[in-house]
T-cell receptor
């Protein structure tokens, strides 16, 4: 069966520090991978999606970047965090035969 | 503009009671509609997915309905349990696989 792992679960980082959130998927090959941000009281906002290794599409301009160094690995990064980067970040995967499957999320607090 | 509106924003019900959550959308062209359940601090989990031709779909005590003419969907929860306390998110996909998320309805079931 397919599983998705996302870590860390919570993270507190100072303004200006770098960020690296990692997401890996098991049990499927060539999945579509996504990074979402969820703000309180609002719907999920798509940040990045990837249909293959090295292929990244950005939905909104921002302080973050994404990379897909391996087929089932998706990384969300920032060189210098801003206060506004605080939020709940969700990684997800899908393929032609399934709906989105989400990881358990990372609660990021930038102080 | 493609939008998904959910109501109510939050809801409190007694254990054992039924409830219905609403989702109205303007997404066009329409491909499918999904309901997700998101426990606090966790990623959303898919409950149902419905295409244009499906009016009703059940998953245990959860029953989703879809009226593609009026662009409305509902999620009915029967005989609620404490474990049903969560956020319920309606997600609509267009035929280009772009997903539009509602802000969710927060349900609290109390004993």
């Amino acid at each position: 069966s397919q599983t998705i792992h996302q870590w860390p679960a919570t993270l507190v980082q100072p303004v200006g520090s770098p960020l690296s959130l990692e997401c890996t998927v098991e049990g499927t090959s060539n999945p579509n991978l996504y990074w979402y941000r969820q703000a309180a009281g609002r719907g999920l906002q798509l940040l990045f999606y990837s249909v293959g290794i090295g292929q990244i599409s950005s939905e909104v301009p921002q302080n973050l970047s994404a990379s897909r160094p391996q087929d089932r690995q998706f990384i969300l990064s920032s060189k210098k965090l801003l206060l506004s980067d605080s939020g709940f970040y969700l990684c997800a995967w899908s393929n032609n035969r399934s709906p989105l499957h989400f990881g358990n999320g990372t609660r990021l607090t930038v102080t | 503009k493609n939008q998904v509106e959910q109501s109510p924003q939050s809801l409190i019900i007694l254990e054992g009671k039924n409830c219905t959550l609403q989702c109205n959308y303007t997404v066009s062209p329409f491909s499918n509609l999904r309901w997700y359940k998101q426990d606090t601090g966790r990623g959303p989990v898919s409950l149902t997915i419905m295409t244009f031709s499906e009016n009703t779909k059940s998953n245990g005590r959860y029953t989703a309905t879809l009226d593609a003419d009026t662009k409305q969907s509902s999620l009915h929860i029967t005989a609620s349990q404490l474990s049903d306390s969560a956020s319920y998110i309606c997600v609509v996909s267009d035929d280009g696989n772009k997903l539009v998320f509602g802000a969710g309805t927060i349900l609290r079931v109390k004993s």
